[in-house]
């Protein structure tokens, strides 16, 4: 069945260093492709997203680009804020509609 | 814009009581969801009402019955509670399809004793 894989956290960064987080997928067909960020004591908030191939999604800086060939979707920032602190979580949509998440990646930026 | 409202916020039940937990949206959106966000589980869904008037299982719907009320309202109900449900619960809504995301509530935080 469908499903994401997202890098183990916590991920610890300074002020304005860049940021990764890897997320790859498995799914049949072409799938639509989201981060979505949950703040301490909140539900989650879609982030950004990217329904085709070669799309790329952002929003609040952060940007991911849809890679059909990787099966991938990784976040990127360029210069993170101590605000950025969270947990980040990938999920696809495919034929059925239903959201499938990764398991989360915790962010924590360091001023 | 109130979104999705899940009530109550918090709730610590006693092993085998039951209790109904509340969700709303103002979204006119189809579709509504059930999740639980356990520690290093991310969210898995419950169960989920694809349109007013069906509800299906989603990957956990042991110990738990929905009801779709109306468009706007979807209820979880856990018959007897059990320490293994403690968990936070978020209720999520969407227009139907897979390019659309979903908009989540802000979470119940239930605790089984």
């Known amino acids: 069945g469908d499903s994401v894989t997202q890098m183990e956290g916590p991920v610890t960064l300074s002020e304005e260093a860049f940021l990764t987080i890897n997320c790859t997928y498995t799914?049949?067909?072409?799938?639509?492709l989201f981060w979505y960020v949950q703040y301490p004591g909140e539900g989650l908030q879609l982030l950004l997203k990217a329904t085709k191939a070669d799309d790329k999604g952002s929003n609040k800086g952060f940007e991911a680009t849809y890679r059909k060939e990787t099966t991938s979707f990784h976040l990127e920032k360029g210069s993170v804020q101590v605000s950025d602190s969270a947990v980040y979580f990938c999920a696809l949509s495919g034929s059925s509609y239903k959201l499938i998440f990764g398991s989360g990646t915790r962010l924590l930026v360091r001023p | 814009n109130a979104g999705v409202t899940q009530t109550p916020k918090f709730q610590v039940l006693k092993t085998g009581q039951s209790m109904t937990l509340q969700c709303a949206q103002d979204m006119n959106h189809n579709s509504m969801y059930w999740y639980r966000q356990d520690p290093g589980m991310g969210l898995r869904l419950i169960y989920y009402?694809?349109?007013?008037?069906?509800?299906d299982k989603g990957e956990v719907p042991n110990g738990y019955n929905v009801s779709r009320l109306n468009k706007r309202e979807f209820s979880l109900r856990l018959e007897s509670a059990a320490p293994s449900q403690t968990s936070v619960y978020f209720c999520?809504?969407?227009?139907?399809?897979?390019?659309?995301?979903?908009?989540f509530g802000s979470g119940t935080r239930l605790t089984v004793v």
């Open positions: 009402s694809a349109s007013e008037g069906t509800t």
């Open positions: 999520a809504s969407s227009e139907s399809g897979q390019f659309y995301g979903y908009t």
């Open positions: 799914a049949t067909g072409y799938p639509s």
